[in-house]
């Protein structure tokens, strides 16, 4: 399948803040020219990475061999498959090009899988992970670096629909952005985010709660992710991440369903 370098991509521009040579020249010249405008984006999705990783770690302690990756863009940088290796990993997109560049960045191997689909059809999704899963349904859950991208009506929905669908005993591993929903969206940075095909929707910590108030918080809770345990400390210096400029409000935690 073609892959149009001329449009940037925020799965795209999210592997080059991580360090990654899976983008273009039109995504660094957008990433360039986001960091410009929120100094603090980097940091976020650096944030976002080390948090999955630990996030992960924790899941496979816990000894979950069967995981649900939701909206995975580009599986790139020390992702799922190379933190659990033996596991059985579903990964999902809406985007086709996406999917098929996914594909060749993890390559040809039985227990990983990839279902395309807007996240807002959830059951077809799920209908995927029984069927790669084997019925299995005590999984765990990975909704990291995406939950912003989508809806407040439909993330409440997808939220509903995995508690239903999955065992007692799952956990759900999930990042958001909570804050001045008004302000985001109207910034620059949402502006260029709609241009991409991606727009972003901001939280308020009362809807966050809500949504979550079926499933049991693990320790330490939804927090800051720059407060989370699992995150390095020397990252954390203001003048190179922007921090002392735009403060993030990312938030994570990990959930278990009752």
């Not at 496979?60 to 290796?85: K, Q, W």
């Not at 029984?130 to 407040?152: E, L, V």
């Not at 499933?215 to 003048?239: Q, Y």
Request: proline content about 4%; aromatic content about 10%.
């Amino acid at each position: 399948m073609d892959i149009d370098t001329t449009k940037p991509n925020g799965g795209r521009i999210y592997d080059y803040y991580l360090g990654g040579n899976h983008n273009f020249e039109v995504d660094r010249t957008t990433a360039e020219q986001l960091s410009k405008i929120l100094p603090s984006i980097k940091a976020g999705a650096l944030l976002n990475r080390w948090f999955m990783h630990d996030a992960v770690q924790r899941l496979v302690d816990a000894r979950f061999d069967c995981y649900l990756d939701l909206a995975t863009g580009l599986p790139t940088e020390g992702y799922i498959h190379d933190l659990a290796p033996d596991a059985r990993i579903l990964y999902n997109d809406i985007d086709p090009v996406t999917i098929a560049y996914g594909r060749s960045i993890v390559g040809e191997t039985s227990n990983i899988q990839f279902v395309q689909s807007n996240i807002a059809d959830i059951d077809a999704i799920l209908a995927a992970a029984d069927a790669h899963f084997g019925g299995q349904r005590r999984i765990a859950i990975s909704f990291i670096g995406a939950s912003y991208f989508i809806d407040t009506e439909t993330l409440r929905g997808v939220l509903d629909a995995l508690y239903a669908w999955c065992a007692p005993g799952s956990q759900i591993a999930m990042s958001w952005l909570i804050g001045d929903v008004n302000g985001f969206a109207q910034s620059q940075v949402a502006a260029i985010y709609r241009q991409m095909r991606s727009p972003v929707y901001g939280l308020s910590m009362a809807a966050a709660q809500e949504m979550l108030a079926r499933w049991d918080l693990l320790s330490p809770g939804l927090i800051e992710l720059n407060r989370w345990n699992g995150v390095d400390d020397e990252w954390r210096t203001p003048s190179e991440t922007g921090l002392e400029k735009e403060p993030l409000d990312l938030y994570g935690m990990i959930a278990v369903r009752p």
